[in-house]
């Protein structure tokens, strides 16, 4: 079994976004009669905020997002859903870049060459091995509970994008996936149609080499080359993007030092501003300071927890408390498990394999 309730990765957990996936997780929860305000509940971003197609976010927030629709609905393959539903369209210039790509190769490469654009959680690559071709996920960086969840997404998100470019609905050889069986081992071949294969070495989808050669039916190979060009500068911008590097200092600063950096006027001290500044600059993104320190808070003691034989009372000293049972109401808060429990939880191994 895998250990659950992590919270995300300080660094990797604030690349930017678009509001795509987290309006989409809104429509299709609201099918299902949830309120939008629950599902972002904790995100900072609001129901009437989904209508802003400006806005930016992080997958930090998507994150929060992701493990609210899974509480609320109880229903782990929404994941799968979420996935299918990221149609091509839904990655604006990258999705038309694919679209007028002259191969299908070319279109794949757009996502390997412009991963901030596709927005994954992993490191997407592609294989070739004689007649057989996969496109593998590997270096998941974040929330622990959200693993499976997220590879089902982007897994479906992927074969959805192949099958918008090819405008064929094809189905994948199969799908190879590292964690073990679970609940909705018969949803995988609703969305791919075809076999799912578990407690793989990695994830990924199994096809023909020969597709990657596949003419697409929009090839435009100066729109190609435009485009490619716009989604290179777009992803320089969101890289570069000045509000990030606000937050990232200000987690670096709590997770180096939560006794000292627990305080949002000390953070703003030792980053030469104001707390007003700090402030607006954080709500800018959608982002409280409360949720700072609590994801840093959360990365420490799962640190503890995991490598060290540290005593919880000991660990709750460490990140400020000053009641051990304060700790372990936010620690449950954080992750829906008391320390004890997650410290117990073995860590899930994954079978090696051939296909």
């Not at 690349?15 to 299902?32: E, H, K, W, Y």
């Not at 949803?187 to 096809?207: I, K, M, N, W």
């Not at 109401?329 to 079978?351: I, L, N």
């Amino acid at each position: 079994m895998k250990r659950s309730g992590s919270c995300v990765q300080s660094s990797a957990a604030l690349v930017p976004s678009t509001l795509q996936t987290i309006s989409t997780i809104a429509r299709l929860t609201s099918r299902r009669d949830i309120d939008p305000d629950r599902i972002l509940a904790g995100s900072g971003i609001t129901a009437a905020g989904l209508q802003d197609t400006t806005l930016m976010v992080t997958h930090a927030q998507e994150l929060i997002v992701s493990a609210n629709a899974r509480a609320l609905t109880s229903d782990d393959s929404l994941g799968l859903q979420i996935g299918n539903a990221l149609r091509v369209s839904s990655f604006g210039l990258l999705g038309y870049a694919m679209l007028v790509s002259p191969t299908l190769l070319d279109a794949l490469q757009c996502i390997f060459d412009f991963p901030v654009l596709f927005g994954s959680y992993f490191d997407v690559s592609l294989k070739v091995e004689g007649y057989a071709a996969s496109i593998t996920l590997d270096d998941y960086r974040y929330r622990p509970d959200l693993e499976i969840w997220n590879t089902d997404m982007c897994l479906a998100a992927l074969w959805a994008v192949v099958c918008d470019v090819m405008a064929d609905k094809i189905s994948p050889d199969c799908v190879a996936l590292r964690h073990g069986k679970t609940e909705h081992a018969a949803a995988y071949r609703q969305v791919f149609g075809c076999s799912t294969y578990f407690d793989r070495p990695e994830s990924g989808l199994f096809f023909p080499a020969e597709l990657l050669s596949s003419a697409l039916p929009l090839a435009d190979r100066f729109s190609y080359q435009v485009m490619r060009q716009q989604c290179a500068q777009l992803q320089r911008t969101w890289q570069n993007n000045s509000n990030l590097d606000v937050i990232t200092k200000a987690l670096r600063l709590i997770s180096a030092d939560p006794l000292k950096y627990n305080q949002l006027n000390n953070v703003a001290s030792e980053l030469f501003m104001s707390e007003r500044t700090l402030r607006r600059r954080l709500d800018e993104r959608g982002v409280k300071f409360q949720a700072l320190l609590d994801q840093a808070l959360c990365d420490k003691a799962l640190e503890y927890l995991s490598r060290t034989a540290l005593p919880v009372a000991d660990i709750a000293e460490k990140l400020g408390y000053s009641e051990t049972a304060s700790f372990r109401h936010a620690f449950r808060r954080w992750t829906g498990q008391c320390p004890s429990e997650y410290r117990a939880t073995p860590v899930e191994k994954s079978v090696v394999f051939a296909v």
